[in-house]
Structure formats: C-alpha cells, structure tokens
C-alpha cells in the first residue's frame, strides 16, 4: 500500500460580503415590473367595472364623481392599496421564478422597480386626485416588501412543477 504525503492545508479563502447587485439579473426583474403594472391596471379596472359600478348604481346613476369619491375614500384606498401589494407581490413571484436564485432578493428589486415607474409616471401625469399622505406613505413603505414576499413564495415553491429526473428522483435544489 502506498500511502500519499500530507498536503499543506491552505486556509479557507475569507468571507467577503456581497455587493447590493451581485446576483440580480436584469430580465426577470423587467418582466417583473411589466407583470406588476399590467396586473395592477386590469385587476383594478376589473374591480371598478364588474363591483364597483353594480354597487354605486344601486342608489342611482353613475357618475365620475361618485366613482371618485369612493376611491379617495379609506375603504377604496385600502382596497386599491390591496389589489397593488397584491399584483406587486405577483411580479415578484414571476421575477423570481425567472431568475431562479436569489429569489427574494429579485423580488423586493420588481418593488423598488415598481416604485421608481410609479414615481416617474406620476410626476408625468401631475396630481389629478388628492391623496392622503397616510396612503402614500403607506404605498411607498410597503411596495419593496411586497415583491420581497412574491420572491420569497417563489423560493418556498422552488422545484414545485420542475421536471423528474428517471428513476422517481427530484432534481437537487440549489
């Protein structure tokens, strides 16, 4: 039997932080943000023609007013503020799933993303409706931990629907 010298042990390499981008990859969070905003106008005029119109003509016509008076009520702001943690949430889900790694950190990218867009286009459109500064602060504070939480269901179902490798067996997760 031959036996092999010792190795000189090197020391594990230090552990160094990683950088604040390390790792995002650029497409899925732009499919991310497209899904977020896409969801976001439809759910919400999906809301206003199929509920809210059936429950305001009720007592009467329909007006623009009345539709806006409701929705800069707190019960329509809450529900807005809903329906776009929501769809915010879903983009994160689908930035995540795109990427397939750092999932929660892609997520919480689609909100930040999400609210630089929404940033950027209501300065373009001015302020048409008055809006409490409680809800919008409210939106800003929790629009980033919305698509974390859609990165984060991302990685719970990780290797849900992946495809089976012969033999029964279920690719390794990362």
């Given amino acids: 039997m031959q036996f092999e ?35 976001t106008y439809v759910a919400m005029y999906a809301y ?51 990427a397939g790694t750092l999932e929660i950190k892609h997520g919480a990218f689609v909100g930040l993303g999400s609210l630089i867009l929404s940033f950027i286009e209501q300065r373009m459109r001015g302020e048409t409706v008055p809006i409490p500064e409680w809800f919008r602060v409210l939106s800003i504070v929790a629009i980033i931990p919305a698509g974390a939480l859609g990165g984060f269901v991302a990685d719970i179902f990780k290797g849900f629907g992946a495809s089976y490798l012969p033999g029964g067996q279920v690719p390794p997760r990362e």
């Fill in 48 to 98: 206003l023609f199929f509920y809210l119109v059936q429950e305001l003509s009720k007592d009467g016509d329909v007006t623009e007013e009345k539709i806006l008076a409701y929705m800069t009520s707190p019960e329509g702001l809450m529900v807005g503020f809903a329906i776009g943690a929501a769809c915010t949430a879903l983009g994160g889900f689908v930035a995540a799933r795109k």
């Fill in 5 to 39: 010298p010792p190795r000189p042990q090197m020391p594990p390499p230090p552990i160094e932080p990683t950088g604040f981008f390390t790792g995002v990859k650029v497409y899925p969070v732009v499919i991310g943000i497209v899904v977020d905003y896409v969801a």
